[in-house]
């Protein structure tokens, strides 16, 4: 091993040594990047900096990003999500299990329509998690729901993962999001049938909505309220991914309509006001900032690496792992399923997976199914101990009777769901590739 290639290794060291002592994401990869890559190099390795920082602002694709921000912000701070919990959990009222169901339901919604975790499980836990107690639900259960429903937003597009995922990997975004629907949508449906089937065999632990509570509301009552209340997110949602996936608009304008959309929703609803423009343009501004400055910090990170020689390591790394291409392949799940254990994704993404991509690459893996298989690992990186942020999200906004050792006792069962999906995934690549290739992409 040469001395470069020591220093690469450690630079990803120190790079997990100072996010663990509490470091700024963004500054310890800059930090790690700049000290061992001047170790290396000096100065010259840093001249290509600027062009790569100018292609990373001047991305017409990750133009998205603020714009599907906005849209989701914009839905999530007017509060219209607390009528759709409502109304969807009245339509599943008579069904054991049933509220739990309506919330998966309003996760997709949520998920589809913001893509971002915060919001959504800050949204369903302050709404549901007290009324789901109340109405007799395992306090375990309700969190689990919660948390693994709010996170459905990272593989049900469009999604700030995806879009990401789509830079790293070198894909177009709308293929990505074709990929996307069917695993997330199925997903999504191990969630359902898991309540249901719990509801089925043990009635004391998700019981129906109880018959005078849903007397209050009529039939008539009710199906106004969908229409009014449910349709318009769904016409949204299906507005600005049927853009996409047919071809109609490219992400970047799709975000723009849905953006306007989700405007002109929060008018007609009568919730629009110079404050709420402000706390969503203020919001919108300190998430995609963040984003960008960890996105620009990383094209510091992987010249440093790839100048160090680290992708020769990595090619080494994987000549070890028996199976052959599969056997890596489970090697490579399998370690972006513990790094989510310490880290977020977009670290993950940004600064693990650029290290293994040339391997696969070479290997001819097709890349769709790859981005798809590590966007649903990554997905478990939100409920997982000790840094699940879903479960920060959560406990933030329970009860005080809610305790942390119940969060997590709940969300353990949905990640082995996540983990079952993932197995089905890769057993079989053709939910994946199958919409991508039947819309000619």
């Known amino acids: 091993?040469?001395?470069?290639?020591?220093?690469?290794?450690?630079?990803?060291?120190?790079?997990?040594?100072?996010?663990?002592?509490?470091?700024?994401?963004?500054?310890?990869?800059?930090?790690?990047?700049?000290?061992?890559?001047?170790?290396?190099?000096?100065?010259?390795l840093f001249n290509l900096v600027p062009s790569r920082i100018y292609g990373v602002v001047t991305n017409y694709t990750l133009m998205a990003?603020?714009?599907?921000?906005?849209?989701?912000?914009?839905?999530?701070?007017?509060?219209?999500?607390?009528?759709?919990?409502?109304?969807?959990?009245?339509?599943?009222?008579?069904?054991?299990?049933?509220?739990?169901?309506?919330?998966?339901?309003?996760?997709?919604?949520?998920?589809?329509?913001?893509?971002?975790?915060?919001?959504t499980i800050v949204t369903l836990g302050l709404l549901t998690l007290p009324a789901l107690i109340r109405r007799g639900y395992s306090t375990p259960l309700a969190c689990g729901v919660i948390c693994a429903s709010g996170t459905l937003g990272q593989i049900i597009p469009p999604s700030l993962v995806l879009i990401l995922l789509a830079e790293v990997l070198g894909l177009s975004v709308g293929t990505?999001?074709?990929?996307?629907?069917?695993?997330?949508?199925?997903?999504?449906?191990l969630y359902v049938i898991a309540l249901l089937v719990t509801a089925r065999l043990r009635p004391?632990?998700?019981?129906?909505?109880?018959?005078?509570?849903?007397?209050?509301?009529?039939?008539?009552?009710?199906?106004?309220?969908?229409?009014?209340?449910?349709?318009?997110?769904?016409?949204?949602?299906?507005?600005?991914?049927?853009?996409?996936?047919?071809g109609v608009a490219a992400p970047t304008e799709a975000a723009s309509m849905g953006a306007i959309g989700a405007l002109a929703m929060v008018l007609l609803a009568g919730k629009l006001s110079g404050r709420l423009l402000w706390e969503v343009a203020r919001t919108t501004l300190l998430i995609s900032a963040m984003v960008f400055f960890i996105l620009i910090c990383a094209q510091l990170f992987a010249l440093a690496f790839r100048g160090l020689g680290g992708e020769h390591l990595v090619e080494r790394m994987f000549e070890w792992v028996p199976g052959g291409v599969t056997g890596s392949l489970i090697f490579l799940l399998v370690l972006v399923f513990l790094l989510g254990f310490f880290l977020e994704w977009i670290e993950i993404?940004?600064?693990?997976?650029?290290?293994?991509?040339?391997?696969?690459?070479?290997?001819?893996?097709?890349?769709?199914?790859?981005?798809?298989?590590?966007?649903?690992?990554?997905?478990?990186?939100?409920?997982?101990?000790?840094?699940?942020?879903?479960?920060?999200?959560?406990?933030?906004?329970?009860?005080?009777?809610?305790?942390?050792?119940?969060?997590?006792?709940?969300?353990?069962?949905?990640?082995?769901?996540q983990l079952a999906a993932l197995a089905i995934l890769f057993a079989a690549p053709g939910l994946a590739t199958w919409l991508p290739d039947a819309i000619g992409w």
């Open 1 to 44: 091993m040469s001395p470069n290639e020591m220093l690469a290794l450690t630079m990803v060291g120190a790079f997990f040594c100072l996010i663990m002592i509490g470091i700024p994401v963004g500054i310890a990869i800059a930090t790690s990047a700049i000290v061992f890559g001047y170790a290396g190099f000096g100065p010259m």
């Open 204 to 246: 004391d632990l998700a019981p129906a909505i109880p018959a005078e509570e849903r007397a209050a509301m009529p039939a008539g009552t009710l199906a106004k309220k969908t229409l009014l209340v449910v349709v318009p997110p769904i016409g949204l949602v299906v507005a600005v991914l049927g853009s996409i996936v047919g």
């Open 349 to 417: 993404t940004y600064v693990a997976l650029p290290l293994f991509l040339p391997f696969f690459l070479g290997q001819g893996v097709d890349m769709v199914w790859l981005g798809i298989l590590i966007c649903m690992n990554l997905q478990t990186s939100f409920l997982t101990p000790p840094f699940g942020w879903a479960l920060f999200f959560l406990k933030g906004v329970a009860p005080p009777g809610v305790t942390t050792g119940a969060i997590y006792r709940g969300v353990v069962p949905f990640i082995a769901l």
């Open 65 to 119: 990003i603020p714009l599907f921000v906005f849209m989701g912000v914009m839905l999530e701070k007017s509060r219209l999500a607390e009528e759709l919990i409502d109304v969807i959990g009245h339509l599943f009222g008579r069904v054991g299990g049933g509220m739990g169901v309506a919330i998966v339901i309003v996760g997709v919604l949520l998920g589809a329509a913001t893509g971002i975790v915060g919001a």
């Open 176 to 189: 990505l999001f074709a990929a996307a629907m069917i695993p997330g949508l199925m997903l999504a449906g």
